[in-house]
Nanobody, 124 residues
Framework: QVQLVESGGGLVQAGGSLRLSCAAS????????LGWFRQAPGKEREFVSA????????YYSDSVKGRFTISRDNAMKTVYLQMNSLKPEDTAVYYC?????????????????WGQGTQVTVSS
C-alpha cells in the first residue's frame, strides 16, 4: 500500500515555473515507478511524465518535453516535477501515481495508487 500527497501547485503567469512534490508513505516506494498525470476540466486524464523505480529512465509527453523535469528522492520518498516555461494550456489538476511492476508507464490504468491532486493554474 502506498499513500501519496501532492503539493506545490498554485497560480503562476505564463513563462513562470513551479515545482510539484509528491510525498509517499509505504514500504514499496523505492521499488515503485512513479508518474505524473493531469486533468483539465472537461478533458480526459493525460500523461505528463514518469520515472522508473531506479530513477534512471524517464518519460515525458511531447507537450512537456524540454520544459518539465521529473526526479525522485528514494531516501525522502518523494517525487518531483519541475515545471518551467509554463503555458496556459498546462492548467490542470496534477496527480501523482505509483505502482510496482509497471510496463506501460504512459497509461494511467497501470497505476493503482493516486494522490488527491494539486491545482496548477497558468495565466496568460
Amino acid at each position: 500500500q502506498v499513500q501519496l500527497v501532492e503539493s506545490g501547485g498554485g497560480l503562476v503567469q505564463a513563462g513562470g515555473s513551479l515545482r510539484l512534490s509528491c510525498a509517499a508513505s509505504g514500504r514499496t516506494f523505492s521499488s515503485s515507478a512513479l508518474g505524473w498525470f493531469r486533468q483539465a476540466p472537461g478533458k480526459e486524464r493525460e500523461f505528463v511524465s514518469a520515472i522508473s523505480s531506479s530513477g534512471l529512465i524517464t518519460y515525458y509527453s511531447d507537450s512537456v518535453k524540454g520544459r518539465f523535469t521529473i526526479s525522485r528522492d528514494n531516501a525522502m520518498k518523494t517525487v518531483y516535477l519541475q515545471m518551467n516555461s509554463l503555458k496556459p494550456e498546462d492548467t490542470a489538476v496534477y496527480y501523482c501515481a505509483a505502482d510496482t511492476g509497471i510496463v506501460r508507464f504512459r497509461e494511467w490504468r497501470s497505476y493503482r495508487y493516486w494522490g488527491q491532486g494539486t491545482q496548477v493554474t497558468v495565466s496568460s
